[in-house]
């Protein structure tokens, strides 16, 4: 009964089961440190398996609904089960594979609860970089974004490393609008900044519409008491006369194209 204490994790429990190079526990506490003994990932109620000789530790979550945290990073996650891959200095998460995955959320409160759904994660101690694997999409405001290979990076104080050659769909009900190639920076569950291509077709025409301004917009709908705040997803663009756009078959169109996720 007490708390082991080592130059990588402490690990807490009332009941330890001690070998020569491994140990047991099944109820205890985990932080794993960084250097200078900064926490940097901790989960409060596991099930632990320590081998010292292999030098790779198991852990499984004895609740679902204890989320295991990501200090360092400011997120957390409702995946319970996970390995330690000490000398790899490696944390790898998985997801039941017969189920869509397990929520990663932001803590950090100006991120409004951003998060998004992942299968698979990686957690290198040394790097601080939260790697997410087979995101199927990330909702912001009325829309969702779909990562390029379905990988999410996430680094100190939840900041989202940028995302490229990704696709805009907008809004996620209707999805009248499909912006690919994208390269987008998500601030938060409200809030991105984007480049990217609108395939434009009407009859036998083709046209590509290169956006350079897509965010999001607050609406605000209903009167007094009842108002409401909505988040939409916008998109700008200037065509010039140069490119000879075609917005119809023998029309010609320059100017200024304005794009909303609901219309």
């Given amino acids: 009964n007490g708390l082991l204490d ?3 994790a402490t690990l807490a429990s009332t009941d330890f089961s001690f070998r020569t190079m491994d140990l047991s526990a099944d109820t205890a506490a985990l932080n794993i440190k960084t250097t200078g003994d900064k926490v940097t990932f901790k989960t409060p109620n596991v099930s632990a398996k320590v081998d010292f000789k292999t030098r790779i ?6 609740l679902k609904n204890i989320p295991t945290e990501f200090s360092y990073n400011q997120y957390n996650t409702a995946i319970n089960e ?3 891959f000490m000398d790899d200095k490696i944390l790898d998460f998985k997801a039941p594979p017969q189920g869509p995955g397990e929520y990663f959320t932001s803590t950090r409160p100006d991120q409004k609860g951003l998060k998004f759904l992942g299968k698979r994660a990686t957690y290198n101690l040394v790097t601080s970089l939260l790697r997410v694997e087979q995101v199927p999409e990330i909702r912001v405001a009325d829309g969702s974004v779909i990562p390029d290979s379905g990988v999410v990076v996430i680094e100190e104080g939840a900041k989202m490393r940028q995302l490229r050659n990704s696709v805009i769909i907008a ?3 209707n999805k009248r609008h499909r912006i690919e190639d994208a390269t987008v920076d998500i601030y938060s569950k409200n809030e991105l900044k984007a480049v990217g291509n609108y395939r434009y077709t009407t009859k036998d025409i083709k046209e590509i519409i290169n956006f ?5 917009k607050k609406e605000i709908e209903g009167e007094k008491k009842e108002k409401e705040e909505h988040w939409k997803i916008y998109a700008r663009a200037d ?10 078959p023998g029309v010609k169109y320059n100017g200024e194209v304005m794009l909303t996720a609901a219309n």
Avoid at 57 to 62: E, L, R, T, V
Avoid at 239 to 248: D, L, M, Q, S
């Fill in 212 to 216: 350079n301004d897509i965010g999001c």
């Fill in 57 to 62: 530790a198991d852990f499984k979550s004895n």
């Fill in 6 to 8: 080592w130059e990588e």
């Fill in 171 to 173: 809004d996620t009900i």
């Fill in 82 to 84: 996970f390995k330690w």
């Fill in 239 to 248: 065509i010039g006369a140069e490119k000879n756009f075609v917005i119809y």
